[in-house]
């Protein structure tokens, strides 16, 4: 069994959304200075680095983070080139998207998807207002998972865990995603 992790690591330097909180930690306890353990705090956007979006990231009145399904979040997956897209049948894709995204069109071929990730900081175009991938995967109940990394990850058919935090009322959370090569 090999295990692939295809979250990014989250530390200082880390890139953000142009105007999104930048990520910073701190010790607030150390063991250094007298404290019987060390206790860190984290500031960051829930956009940070490989993460789940909420529909409320989107849409107004949509469900928050807690809310994912979590049945979506665990299986069997396939990944492949963005080009590749139209011949995924797996209800778990992730794609290679090498600064592209799917389309609408792409999305709405997919038989049975319940989930789709993206190694972009989006399953949309960058400059996307109406986020129309984000809104079409929602509309048919498949989850969003980006920012993985699947440079080092060959193409071809994984168990997928990706759990995201259970953020309360928040439009999407990080999460610590993994595939198993059996």
């Known amino acids: 069994m090999k295990i692939f992790d295809i979250s990014q690591p989250?530390?200082?330097?880390?890139?953000?959304?142009?105007?999104?909180?930048?990520?910073?930690?701190?010790?607030?306890?150390?063991?250094?200075?007298?404290?019987?353990?060390?206790?860190?705090?984290?500031?960051?956007?829930?956009?940070?680095?490989?993460?789940?979006?909420?529909?409320?990231?989107?849409?107004?009145?949509?469900?928050?983070?807690?809310?994912?399904?979590?049945?979506?979040?665990?299986?069997?997956?396939?990944?492949?080139?963005?080009?590749?897209?139209?011949?995924?049948?797996?209800?778990?894709?992730?794609?290679?998207?090498?600064?592209?995204?799917?389309?609408?069109?792409?999305?709405?071929?997919?038989?049975?998807?319940r989930l789709l990730g993206t190694d972009g900081p989006s399953v949309d175009p960058l400059d996307s207002k109406t986020l129309a991938a984000h809104h079409a995967l929602w509309a048919r109940g498949a989850v969003i998972l980006e920012g993985l990394v699947l440079s080092d990850v060959p193409d071809g058919r994984y168990e997928l865990i990706a759990l995201p935090i259970r953020l309360v009322g928040m439009d999407a959370a990080p999460v610590r995603a993994v595939l198993i090569e059996r």
């Open 10 to 113: 989250v530390g200082p330097g880390i890139w953000v959304w142009p105007g999104d909180r930048e990520f910073a930690s701190a010790l607030t306890w150390q063991m250094a200075a007298g404290a019987s353990c060390n206790v860190g705090q984290v500031t960051m956007s829930c956009h940070t680095g490989t993460h789940m979006d909420a529909p409320f990231h989107f849409a107004p009145a949509g469900e928050t983070a807690e809310t994912i399904p979590l049945e979506h979040c665990i299986g069997p997956c396939e990944v492949l080139p963005l080009a590749e897209l139209p011949d995924a049948r797996a209800e778990r894709v992730l794609v290679k998207a090498a600064g592209g995204a799917p389309t609408v069109a792409q999305l709405a071929a997919l038989p049975g998807l």
